[in-house]
């Protein structure tokens, strides 16, 4: 028995102890995965409510880019015997070498200084032709007047101006493309560049197949590798109705510039055909000049927004000071893209010192001091029109001085190759399917009869029934023949009759007679009205 001190139990308890009393805080039993520690997990009130958002994720912290510059100088390179600046500058040149090696998406900015090897001036070196062309016509000011569109207002500077692109156009008709032209067609054939920037009008670079360009510059994509910004000395065009044409430089003497003969030829019809005239263009070289409207700006807009959403790994600016307002926000943009994703380089390639300004502040991963020419003999890469060349590998050492880096070309000899031959891919052999194999017939022994053949002959299956070639008779086709229901007696037929039927029979002797019924002979007195009483009057008519 209960206690009587039990309020379950107690006959005093009054009735709202009866009804149900709160639960009771009873233990929970322990969970199944509790440790041999004693250690139990939390208690179920502790389960977070679900009806709550879940807590936030944590951000990875990526920690930014580390952007710092490094310098090379392949002039005191060459000139040190120091072993502990090359050890460092020698890890610099690898990762140069490197970059132009297995990048997949380059974007070269060039100047003027790409072509200097080639026996073309630059602009602002001391050597250049704006210092040059003052001397040489005798200018008042640098020679950049000659480059500006003010040289078509007077007479002596249009002559000057004509006399200055007429000796370019000769010099460049005779340069060849420098190491770095080769360099970049390379890459362009291995399909590595993705785009070239030349400020050049020599056109020494598009003359490389890989590296051709279209004039006018379609103002839709596909684009070619080549953008020339300036322009460039292969073409001419008229000022008046657009026609382009090849340069003739013998064309551009005096300080007249020669006519349009598209221009003529259209003004002649229209006078003939008693219209009035339009007027005649003048040619000019198809090159920008200084404060005048470049004809494929929008284009080039197009491309450049293009290249920089594809976002290169490689930003090379080579030979170029980075004078031009425009050229100057291109490389800017060019490399902040480029420096702004994983494994993206940007290198600058000059002998003078990169441009300064905050505009240019952590824009270069390698500011290279020497000659362009000089990289692509380091880089070393085959020439684009060599196509099999074999494997090739550089030898590493130490660079010594006045010296580059050998390349060994594991190569065959030419007889060896003669013997050889060159071999030719061929069709696949045909297959042939196997043979049948014959059953081997029973032989019988003895009393033993042989087995009857099967017969292999294949069995036709019911085709279609064939139509019936006679027509089925009818299944109520008449027979009997119909006679008349009066008889009468044949009378005898009329001498005229029958020569009408001797006259018929002769003239249509295979006329077959048909039987006639005769007709039953009418008499007057028969007619045809009804039998009975004749009225008076028809009675005497027929009387």
Not at 287 to 296: A, H, I, K, R, T
Request: glycine content about 6%; aromatic content about 4%.
């Amino acid at each position: 028995m209960l206690p009587s001190s039990s309020p379950i139990s107690s006959p005093l308890s009054s009735i709202a102890s009866r009804s149900p009393s709160p639960p009771v805080d009873y233990p929970s039993p322990p969970s199944s995965n509790v440790s041999d520690t004693g250690v139990s997990p939390s208690k179920s009130c502790d389960a977070p409510d679900h009806d709550e958002p879940p807590p936030a994720k944590r951000q990875k912290i990526v920690k930014p880019r580390e952007l710092k510059t490094e310098h090379l100088d392949l002039r005191r390179l060459y000139d040190s015997d120091d072993d502990e600046h090359h050890k460092i500058q020698d890890a610099k040149l690898r990762k140069l070498m490197e970059a132009l090696r297995s990048k997949r998406k380059i974007v070269v900015i060039a100047g003027a200084g790409i072509s200097v090897s080639a026996g073309i001036p630059d602009f602002r070196s001391s050597t250049g032709l704006f210092n040059t062309l003052r001397s040489q016509h005798k200018l008042k000011a640098s020679g950049k007047h000659l480059f500006d569109a003010s040289v078509y207002r007077s007479d002596s500077s249009t002559s000057s101006f004509h006399d200055m692109v007429r000796e370019l156009s000769h010099l460049t008709q005779k340069a060849k493309p420098t190491p770095f032209h080769h360099m970049l067609a390379t890459l362009a054939e291995e399909g590595r560049l993705m785009r070239l920037y030349t400020q050049n009008v020599d056109g020494i670079d598009t003359s490389i197949e890989p590296l051709v360009t279209k004039v006018p510059l379609n103002a839709k994509g596909p684009w070619p590798k080549t953008i020339q910004l300036h322009g460039g000395l292969e073409k001419m065009v008229c000022t008046k109705c657009g026609h382009l044409s090849n340069f003739d430089g013998a064309l551009f003497e005096g300080p007249e510039p020669p006519s349009c003969k598209e221009c003529e030829t259209m003004d002649q019809v229209r006078i003939l055909g008693g219209l009035r005239s339009h007027g005649i263009g003048r040619l000019r070289p198809r090159m920008v000049l200084y404060n005048e409207f470049n004809p494929d700006e929008d284009a080039i807009g197009a491309v450049s927004a293009a290249d920089l959403k594809s976002r290169p790994d490689a930003v090379i600016v080579v030979g170029t000071s980075l004078k031009v307002p425009g050229i100057r926000r291109l490389a800017k943009e060019m490399c902040s893209v480029t420096r702004g994703r994983r494994g993206g380089f940007t290198a600058w390639i000059n002998h003078d010192p990169e441009p300064l300004g905050i505009e240019f502040k952590d824009c270069w991963d390698m500011v290279v001091r020497g000659e362009c020419d000089d990289v692509a003999r380091l880089v070393c890469l085959p020439m684009w029109d060599d196509k099999d060349c074999g494997e090739y590998s550089v030898v590493d050492g130490k660079i010594k001085k006045n010296s580059y880096p050998e390349v060994v070309l594991d190569t065959k000899p030419v007889d060896a190759l003669k013997t050889q031959g060159v071999l030719t891919p061929s069709e696949s052999p045909r297959q042939r399917s196997p043979a049948p194999k014959l059953k081997q017939a029973m032989i019988s022994f003895g009393s033993l009869k042989a087995a009857p053949e099967k017969d292999t002959k294949v069995k036709k299956k019911p085709g279609r029934k064939p139509l019936p070639s006679k027509p089925t008779k009818l299944a109520n086709k008449i027979t009997s023949t119909f006679t008349s229901s009066k008889t009468a007696q044949p009378t005898t037929k009329s001498s005229e009759a029958d020569v009408g039927d001797s006259g018929d029979n002769a003239l249509f002797p295979g006329l077959a007679k048909t039987p006639t019924t005769p007709m039953r002979p009418v008499s007057p007195q028969d007619t045809i009205s009804p039998k009975g009483r004749l009225p008076s009057g028809m009675a005497n008519l027929l009387t």
